[in-house]
């Protein structure tokens, strides 16, 4: 069975400051996928990366990064200069194909994210 | 860029009542997935399509059916509705052909059930 784990249900931090929000996944699989999604108070999914299994080379763009160690079954997202339009839910998930195609996500359970000026 | 629609964005019912939400894929998407987020909770995997087929199945009730029609949009018909249906139910597509495509979502639909 497959399995995210986002440890962190809230965090608040400054304008400015860099966070850190952590995952953790559980498959048997070889082959998977994870994203990042991010839901504001709005309540839309904003999708923002997706990485494959074999692919762990970090990935940074603009203010967002993301570190992806298959050894300890990480795949952590750090946002450098935070700032309030930050603030929102952060979703980790992971995908197993099936049958060759995508497959369902499976999501953590979220990291509530507070950016106050 | 052309995104997911999904309607209608609001939806009030009582119990025992039904309700149809529709989706609407990104043009060449393929692939339709239906996702239940509760108060609170992460988005829940229900129920998904691909080609118009019924690719996979979670924690979808019995009282709820779901399709894909010919021209790729696809709808969640819910019957017996009970309070705890209340939820903002999300679609989302994928272009499948590709396997490293990413599931793009929808705005939702939000259900309160009275």
């Known amino acids: 069975a497959q399995k995210v784990t986002q440890a962190q249900t809230e965090i608040s931090v400054v304008e400015k400051e860099d966070v850190t929000l952590d995952c953790v996944y559980e498959?048997?699989?070889?082959?998977?996928?994870l994203f990042w999604y991010k839901q504001p108070p709005s309540g839309e999914l904003v999708f923002l990366i997706r990485?494959?299994?074999?692919?762990?080379q970090n990935e940074i763009s603009g203010r967002y990064s993301w570190n992806f160690q298959k050894s300890t079954s990480s795949f952590n997202f750090t946002i450098t200069a935070s700032q309030v339009v930050d603030s929102a839910v952060y979703f980790c998930?992971?995908?197993?194909?099936?049958?060759?195609?995508?497959?369902?996500?499976?999501f953590g359970q979220g990291t509530e994210l507070s950016v106050k000026p | 860029a052309a995104g997911v629609i999904q309607s209608p964005r609001h939806l009030i019912k009582e119990k025992r009542e039904t309700a149809t939400l529709k989706c609407y894929p990104i043009?060449?998407?393929?692939?339709v997935y239906w996702y239940q987020q509760g108060p609170g909770q992460d988005p829940q995997f229900l129920i998904s399509?691909?080609?118009?087929?019924?690719?996979d199945k979670g924690s979808i009730p019995d009282r709820f059916s779901a399709q894909q029609f010919s021209d790729y949009h696809s709808e969640l018909n819910m019957s017996s509705l009970e309070l705890g249906d209340s939820a903002l139910y999300f679609c989302?597509?994928?272009?499948?052909?590709?396997?490293?495509?990413?599931?793009?979502f929808g705005d939702g639909t939000r259900l309160s059930i009275l």
């Open positions: 498959t048997r699989d070889t082959t998977y996928y």
């Open positions: 998930a992971l995908s197993v194909p099936i049958y060759n195609q995508g497959g369902k996500l499976i």
């Open positions: 399509f691909y080609e118009k087929m019924q690719s």
């Open positions: 990485r494959n299994s074999f692919d762990e």
């Open positions: 043009p060449r998407h393929d692939t």
């Open positions: 989302a597509s994928s272009a499948n052909r590709a396997l490293n495509q990413p599931q793009h």
